[in-house]
C-alpha cells in the first residue's frame, strides 16, 4: 500500500523568506507521480507543481520548486520569496497509473508580514 | 485549461432530504471523476471513482445506496446523498482526469461543496 507522510502540521514564514515544507512516501512501485496541491480558504485545490519517478531533474514552477530524492523516497517544496497569498493548507499526494490518489495530512502555512 | 466546476457551492437541507451535488469538466472530456469529503482540518478522503457509462467504485466503508454516483456523460458526474442526515454534513470536492493530455494521472479539482444538514 502506498503512504503519504507530512510531519509538519503547522509552518510558519516571514513575507519575503524562503520555506520548504517536507513530505515522504512509501510505495513498492518504480513509477509514479508525485504532487504538491495548496487549499487556501476557499478550499479549492489547486495544483501547484507535479513530478514524474522517472525525471530526475527536480521540477520547478516559478517561486516553487521541489527536492525529489527518490532513494530517500522524500518528497519536499521549496517556496521562494513567501508571499501573502501563499497562506494555505499544502499536501503532498502520489498516484501510480490508474489508482487512486494518496494524499498526506496537509501542512497549514502561514505568511507573516 | 483543466477547469472543473461543481454546484451547487453550498447547500442547505433539512434530514431526510435528498441533495444532488453536479461535478461539470469545462474544457476537457473526463472519463473518469472522484469523489471525495473532507471533514474540517483534515486531508480528503476519496469516497468513490465515476466512469462514465458504468458503476462506480467505491472505497470501503462508503454506502453506496447513500451516496449515489451517476456519470452519465464525458463531462458530468452527479453524487446524489440520499435521505440526508445531519452526520453527512460536511464539505464534498470532485475532481477529474484529463485523458486526453500528456498529464492523464493529474487530477483537475473542482471548488467543492459544502453541504449542511439540518
Known amino acids: 500500500a502506498q503512504t503519504v507522510t507530512q510531519s509538519q502540521p503547522e509552518m510558519s514564514v516571514q513575507e519575503a523568506e524562503t520555506v520548504t515544507l517536507s513530505c515522504t512516501y512509501d510505495?513498492?512501485?518504480?513509477?509514479?507521480?508525485l504532487f504538491w496541491y495548496k487549499q487556501p480558504p476557499s478550499r479549492q485545490m489547486i495544483l501547484v507543481i507535479r513530478?514524474?519517478?522517472?525525471?530526475?531533474q527536480n521540477a520547478t514552477e516559478n517561486r516553487f520548486s521541489v527536492n525529489f530524492q527518490k532513494a530517500a523516497k522524500s518528497f519536499s517544496l521549496k517556496i521562494s520569496d513567501s508571499q501573502l497569498g501563499d497562506a494555505a493548507m499544502y499536501f503532498c499526494?502520489?498516484?501510480?497509473?490508474?489508482?487512486?490518489?494518496?494524499f498526506g495530512q496537509g501542512t497549514r502555512l502561514t505568511i507573516n508580514p | 485549461g483543466a477547469v472543473v466546476s461543481q454546484h451547487p457551492s453550498r447547500v442547505i437541507c433539512k434530514s431526510g432530504t435528498s441533495v444532488k451535488i453536479e461535478c461539470r469538466s469545462l474544457?476537457?472530456?473526463?472519463?473518469?471523476m472522484f469523489w471525495y469529503r473532507q471533514f474540517p482540518k483534515q486531508s480528503l478522503m476519496l469516497m468513490a471513482t465515476?466512469?462514465?457509462?458504468?458503476?462506480?467504485?467505491?472505497e470501503q466503508g462508503v454506502e453506496k445506496d447513500k451516496f449515489l454516483i451517476n456519470h452519465a456523460s464525458l463531462t458530468l458526474s452527479t453524487l446524489t446523498v440520499t435521505s440526508a442526515h445531519p452526520e453527512d454534513s460536511s464539505f464534498y470536492i470532485c475532481?477529474?482526469?484529463?485523458?486526453?493530455?500528456?498529464?492523464?494521472?493529474?487530477?483537475?479539482f473542482g471548488p467543492g461543496t459544502r453541504l449542511l444538514v439540518l
Open positions: 475532481s477529474a482526469r484529463d485523458w486526453t493530455s500528456g498529464l492523464q494521472e493529474t487530477q483537475y
Open positions: 510505495t513498492s512501485e518504480s513509477d509514479y507521480y
Open positions: 513530478q514524474e519517478a522517472y525525471k530526475q
Open positions: 499526494a502520489l498516484i501510480q497509473g490508474a489508482q487512486k490518489l494518496v
Open positions: 474544457d476537457f472530456q473526463a472519463t473518469t
Open positions: 465515476s466512469n462514465e457509462g458504468s458503476k462506480a467504485t467505491y
